[in-house]
């Protein structure tokens, strides 16, 4: 199973950025997905969750300018960036629950993507 992180960039202060997250693998079932950040010199935080049923966590800081969403049938997650500010600078990483198949067997592991570089410019 790969987490594929991508969408990240360079962004003036009040842009928007789109980051996508494709999972990849013999996955029987993705439950929560999550979004987390960290940025220079701090530790990983949470930003957005999303569940398999579609409820969803937001982190105070980016309540009412990010949305996270998903597409079950393409095993993507997105996260809507809007109104950035320079403390949103971040690498930004995919989280996912997943249940996958060995053939015989299944199994649940919780997987984390490379990270995609958020950068936001006063």
């Known amino acids: 199973v790969q987490l594929q992180a991508s969408g990240g960039g360079l962004v003036q202060a009040g842009g928007s950025l789109r980051l996508s997250c494709a999972a990849s693998?013999?996955?029987?079932?993705?439950?929560?997905v999550a979004w987390h950040r960290q940025p220079p010199g701090k530790l990983r935080e949470l930003v957005a969750e999303?569940?398999?049923?579609?409820?969803?966590n937001y982190s105070d800081s980016v309540k009412g300018r990010f949305t996270i969403s998903r597409d079950l049938v393409e095993r993507m997650v997105y996260l809507q960036m809007n109104s950035l500010k320079p403390e949103d600078t971040a690498v930004y990483y995919c989280?996912?629950?997943?249940?996958?198949?060995?053939?015989?067997?299944?199994?649940?592991?919780?997987?984390w993507g490379l990270g995609t570089q958020v950068t936001v410019s006063s």
């Open positions: 989280n996912a629950d997943v249940v996958f198949s060995t053939g015989d067997h299944y199994y649940q592991h919780n997987y």
């Open positions: 999303i569940t398999s049923g579609g409820s969803v």
């Open positions: 693998g013999n996955i029987v079932t993705i439950n929560t």
